[in-house]
């Protein structure tokens, strides 16, 4: 696993911040994800300041995942926790070019912090670089579905913080496997979002019928219904589709009007990455899941892949009353 951390950029710490940079997991029943509890770290005690008065603090170890600029020189910076999930905070200096905070403003650095609580913003006292995806920046595909992790991540992230640990781990992971180019970009996304509509609880049903519940085949499964969550069989998918046959693996945008309303054609080979993608979307907290084999697709099969993890995005982005913006910058290439 080293091999996937040899680009971090690691500092000896001036202060001693905890947690750990990856926490201690063990396996548990999939069915019930969680990290152990006893690794949470407690938050460091407050700090004199120069007026005499303590100020509370907290200390974090946090994946930047978007922010927008304040004032002349400062940025809001929002980050997912490990501790706290997500958190806003000020990054004092971040827009001026040069200063100590502007490397560890941007989008998906990990950085240790201390932490001030504000009246209304809190603000970053302290940071140190963990790691800043360098390599990772220089793959426009990778790089572009990374920041579509951050993206997901604002969305979706305040509902997280009962489970930030893990939340957090699988983040951190999914960051480096995409810098580590392990398998296809979508394929790597596509397991990305199972897990995190899992972490929501909404898990798309893909093993029986989402209307009448019969077990699903290759052989009878024909739309994916977005406002329920799963794939209809043939009996249920025919009487809600009316105009023919649409192609999941083709065209996928033109669907996009209709799509709410009647599901999408889900062809059998990208009902199976959707399977598959399911089955092994909870390991991604653990470290064998940096090195797991991951399935290989050939050029015929990659309209499918495609399918399955815009299939998902569209997905999440029900889920979220918006749409997820960053892969569309994909498009323009
Ligand atoms: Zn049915």
Redesign the pocket.
């Known amino acids: 696993m080293s091999v996937f951390y040899t680009e971090c950029i690691w500092f000896q710490p001036k202060i001693d911040l905890s947690p750990p940079l990856v926490p201690t997991l063990r396996r548990r029943d999939p069915a019930k994800l969680s990290l152990d509890r006893s690794v949470r770290s407690v938050s460091a005690p407050p700090l004199p300041y120069a007026n005499g008065n303590s100020m509370a603090t907290y200390s974090l170890t946090a994946i930047i995942v978007g922010g927008f600029p304040i004032g002349e020189s400062d940025k809001v910076v929002s980050m997912f926790s490990s501790e706290r999930g997500l958190v806003r905070a000020v990054a004092k200096g971040a827009k001026k070019p040069g200063t100590k905070m502007s490397g560890k403003a941007e989008a998906l650095c990990v950085n240790k912090m201390l932490v001030a609580k504000g009246r209304s913003l809190d603000i970053i006292t302290q940071a140190e670089s963990v790691c800043t995806f360098r390599n990772l920046r220089a793959d426009l595909v990778r790089l572009t579905h990374a920041l579509y992790y951050a993206e997901l991540t604002q969305a979706f992230g305040e509902g997280l913080e009962e489970e930030s640990e893990l939340f957090y781990q699988v983040l951190f992971n999914s960051l480096h496997m995409q810098e580590a180019a392990v398998a296809d970009a979508r394929l790597l996304s596509l397991e990305f979002e199972m897990f995190l509509l899992r972490q929501l609880g909404v898990s798309p049903e893909l093993q029986v ?6 077990p699903l085949t290759e052989y009878n499964i024909t739309v994916f219904f977005s406002e329920l969550g799963g794939i ?6 025919r009487s809600s589709s009316t105009s023919g046959a649409r192609v999941a693996e083709r065209n996928f945008d033109a669907y996009d009007a209709e799509y709410e309303e009647r599901g999408i054609f889900v062809t059998p080979l990208v009902w199976k990455m959707l399977v598959n993608a399911d089955a092994t979307c909870d390991e991604l907290a653990l470290p064998e899941s940096l090195t797991r084999r991951r399935p290989a697709y050939t050029e015929a099969q990659s309209p499918a892949l495609d399918a399955a993890h815009r299939l998902m995005q569209r997905n999440l982005e029900s889920r979220a009353g918006k749409k997820m913006r960053t892969l569309d910058l994909l498009k323009q290439y």
């Open positions: 019928c989402i209307k009448c519940r019969r209809g069989c043939d009996k249920c998918g």
